[in-house]
């Protein structure tokens, strides 16, 4: 299966998340059996999606029948609406920065705190809402995040390690 040229970059992309995602599953193996189900869970349904998304990009006929499935067009009317917008490598760190402080904000002090910082961040500074506009977003989001996982599912989200230190 081969991928053409224009669609590398998009394949080394999702090789490089994959490889995220595989290291995030193996890590997750070091933790408590309840702390690791969570991030066991997101990992194991990310890696057949990434595949999937690969697999999409190459030039064979399974490739083109996932493009169709998921898009209902063909690899090269997906590739013809496309953004043309060229980013820059600047640009793009930009955004992995963006999510390597949100991971490192979690890891420190936990999800429910950092999710609506990083939500009302982005949306405020990112998606150039106005200050009203991003502070309910983070509202409705750490609302979501805590009715759906702490109250219906009583699952008990990573509390950051500061909490575990001070705590």
Not at 61 to 70: A, L, M, Y
């Amino acid at each position: 299966m081969t991928i053409p040229q224009h669609r590398r970059a998009s394949a080394y992309y999702i090789l490089v998340i994959l490889a995220f995602v595989v290291l995030f599953i193996v890590t997750s193996y070091q933790y408590k059996l309840t702390d690791r189900m969570f991030p066991l869970m997101v990992g194991y349904v990310a890696v057949p999606l990434l595949l999937i998304d690969l697999i999409a990009l190459t030039d064979s006929k399974i490739g083109r029948k996932i493009s169709v499935f998921f898009s209902a067009k063909t690899p090269e009317e997906v590739d013809k609406d496309a953004d043309k917008t060229k980013r820059t490598m600047a640009e793009e760190l930009k955004i992995f920065m963006w999510m390597g402080t949100l991971v490192l904000g979690i890891y420190l002090i936990g999800f429910l705190p950092c999710t609506p910082i990083f939500v009302y961040c982005w949306m405020k500074f990112r998606g150039g809402y106005s200050v009203r506009q991003s502070a309910y977003l983070a509202i409705a989001t750490i609302t979501f995040v805590y009715v759906l996982f702490e109250i219906l599912l009583q699952y008990e989200l990573y509390p950051g390690i500061f909490l575990y230190w001070y705590g």
